[in-house]
């Protein structure tokens, strides 16, 4: 071994290194053992003097970084054959957020994609950026244009890209030139700095501690043309939402791994819907996001609901319209005149919350229990069985039922008790049909997992069914949590309690159009007028909202639609010919039928004992506690599957308080774990301090 390390000692040979910025490419003699910031030292001395610290060594041929500078070109597998780039790693992409608006943002692209996301998060104020990811425009991937449903709508000029913008756009790219590294020759007087040839020998992570200068520049660019991917109210069919998944990049390579281009349009998007922590005093922005993500979602009927909660989110969209419209632009929006004093009340308040000192009076006792009459049904192989009335107790965690309120009083064991910790609650509510019902799926695999419960009032259901969301987080009934919870129920329910009359008397009737709330298959459907109708009626509860309650509202009720946060893949079963849905929500799997819509299984993460997935066949393989799960992905690549599964399951390990264990998910979502060492391990340093 040690004549082997003596023989690559004394062989050196040459290797030859474009740099594309310039133009030029120039051959340098190299061993064997020589370490990679060597290489580029050397190299940087035969370009000439120049600021090089922004460069790097990318091997086109793998398609890897040669992200650690201490390893020797032998560890690599680097042979004389080799061709190596001396290339920039910071570059200039176009973000699309939710709200149409672009930013040109300078992002690493050589960090895996989840701390880049991480990185423009904490540019643009955005907490939790592992609920967001970038999708790539259908116009970087052949065939998408069409599989996705974009060519229903007016075509481009031809020639013209999204991902690349044409001469007129790119004239109106304007950022200060002595920013942008990647386009700006190095010999030339704007990038004339101190030669620090030494410095090369350090990670871009590294050089971006000591010389933060640009890595944090970004300009607004204004809204989308109209007609862009995302903000076009196209109704896609379930195989064209199939194939919009297929645009995720990948979390765990870099954005170079990927085919990204320089000054390619990416978007933005929340990738995961298990939000954390909504805060109106610090995510302001992140709201914003949430709200146009949601918007979108609905006036393109991404997700499903009832004629009579799309009048409730267009009414909530217009009173977004009229509170923000009523705001006088001299007033900034969300300030007070004692805005210090607020601040800090509610910050004292919040880590009260947060430590458990709340006020421990009779009257304020965090021990609640909710007890009362409630009509139960269980389900049978095709539908309910008829309602009978029980008396119900909610205490701790649990739900009971008692034959009466005498068995209650007496001590008597209840007939039943359900742990709802984990449970999920799925709400059927008809105002027009006085229907106040919730359906509550149980953690477990049988028929038993299911329950139904009917109520008599919205006000009934409001109450239990504010006290079962709590229980189902695995938290005890405290006075402060339930009433939030119960006052944002009876929101819900009100709101879609219609007015009487008079609602359409409203002064603003005459800016409300019914076009620009409601879907275009709503708009054939009923004539302009019902609608405008209709959204008035619903809206005469909401005339006292301001746009961030508007806003936190209509989250709130996205969040409460059946189909919230269910992702779709077209996949084929074991051996079965036949194309069906796989549903991937946040905490469970269901399999669809592609004709009928119809859930035919669901798979709760909860009771899946492992997942692995064999990638010469393109297959995935799912062991449940009941069965086993065999299918390949038709509309997407597997591992953008793997990932959601991994990514959802990750995310509900996090816990407020503690560092997200960034491993985890890599490991988790079957990523490539290279990426963590190098350059990586010093980013996943930065990103967990902050």
């Known amino acids: 071994m040690a004549e082997d390390d003596a023989d690559r000692k004394e062989f050196d040979w040459d290797l030859h290194v474009l740099v594309p910025s310039i133009g030029v490419s120039r051959t340098i003699r190299v061993t064997s053992n020589e370490s990679v910031g060597a290489v580029m030292i050397k190299l940087a001395t035969k370009l000439g003097d120049a600021d090089w610290s922004d460069y790097a060594l990318w091997w086109p041929d793998k398609q890897i970084w040669l992200n650690k500078p201490r390893q020797t070109l032998y560890a690599y597998g680097i042979m004389s054959n080799a061709k190596l780039e001396f290339t920039t790693v910071h570059r200039y992409i176009v973000i699309e957020f939710p709200d149409k608006h672009r930013y040109q943002m300078r992002t690493n692209f050589g960090i895996m994609n989840f701390f880049a996301v991480a990185e423009i998060c904490r540019e643009m104020n955005i ?99 109209e007609g862009s991917f995302f903000s076009e109210k196209l109704h896609r069919t379930l195989a064209e939402r199939c194939h919009i998944n297929g645009l995720w990049l990948d979390s765990s390579k870099t954005l170079y791994e990927q085919d990204v281009k320089e000054h390619d349009v990416l978007y933005l998007r929340f990738k995961y819907f298990s939000f954390m922590d909504i805060d109106p ?22 997700v499903d609901c009832t004629e009579e909660e799309a009048y409730t989110f267009a009414a909530l969209q217009f009173q977004v319209k009229l509170a923000h419209a009523s705001i006088p632009s001299s007033m900034p929006v969300a300030t007070t005149t004692d805005s210090s004093v607020t601040d800090i009340d509610q910050a004292l308040n919040s880590l009260q919350v947060q430590l458990g000192q709340v006020d421990t009076a009779p009257s304020e006792s965090p021990a609640l229990q909710l007890t009362g009459y409630i009509k139960f049904t269980r389900p049978t192989r095709l539908t309910f069985r008829s309602a009978k009335r029980y008396f119900f107790l909610l205490k701790g965690t649990a739900l009971s039922y008692y034959k009466d309120e005498e068995g209650y009083t007496t001590g008597e064991p209840p007939m039943q008790r359900f742990n709802l910790t984990g449970a999920e609650a799925i709400p059927d509510i008809d105002v027009a049909k006085k229907r106040f019902a919730m359906n509550i799926m149980l953690p477990s695999s049988d028929e038993t997992g299911e329950i139904r419960l009917l109520f008599d009032s919205g006000d009934e259901y409001s109450s239990w069914a504010a006290g079962c969301r709590m229980t189902m987080k695995g938290k005890a009934l405290a006075k402060q949590g339930y009433e939030q919870e119960l006052s944002s129920l009876r929101a819900f329910v009100a709101m879609q309690n219609k007015a009487d009359g008079g609602a359409a008397t409203t002064g603003d009737h005459e800016e409300l159009k019914p076009e620009d709330l409601v879907s275009p298959r709503l708009l054939k459907k009923k004539k302009p007028k019902e609608i405008a109708r209709q959204i008035l009626e ?123 264990d960034v491993a985890m998910f890599v490991k988790l979502t079957g990523g490539v774990t290279n990426n963590l060492s190098g350059w990586g391990s010093e980013t996943m340093t930065r990103f967990l301090a902050t």
């Open 127 to 225: 907490r939790h950026p592992e609920e967001l990811s970038l999708m790539r425009s259908p116009m970087d991937k052949e065939g998408y244009v069409k599989l996705t449903g974009f060519h229903k709508k007016g075509r481009k000029p031809s020639g013209t890209r999204e991902g690349t913008p044409s001469r007129h756009e790119s004239d109106n790219l304007s950022v200060d030139s002595g920013d942008i590294l990647s386009t700006t020759p190095p010999g030339s007087p704007a990038t004339q700095r101190k030669r620090r040839y030494p410095a090369l020998a350090l990670s871009p992570a590294q050089r971006a501690q000591q010389d933060p200068g640009p890595s944090r520049s970004h300009t607004h660019m204004g809204e989308a043309a």
């Open 538 to 660: 619903a809206h005469a509860s909401m005339l006292n909202l301001s746009v961030q309650d508007a806003k936190l509202q209509y989250i709130r009720n996205w969040q409460a639609l059946q189909d919230f946060g269910i992702q779709y893949f077209l996949v084929k079963i074991g051996r079965s010919k036949k194309e069906e849905l796989l549903g991937i929500a946040y905490n469970r799997l269901i399999l669809i039928d592609l004709h009928t819509r119809e859930h035919k299984k669901t798979w709760r993460y909860s009771a899946m004992r492992s997942w692995n997935v064999n990638w010469e066949s393109k297959q995935l393989r799912i062991d449940h506690e009941d069965e086993k799960l065999l299918f390949q992905c038709l509309s997407a690549d597997l591992k953008i599957v793997h990932e959601f599964i991994g990514a959802n399951i990750w995310l509900s390990l996090r816990s407020e308080n503690e560092p997200l």
């Open 281 to 302: 005093r610090l995510d302001e922005f992140r709201i914003i996001q949430m709200y146009e993500q949601a918007k979108w979602a609905i006036l393109t009927e991404e």
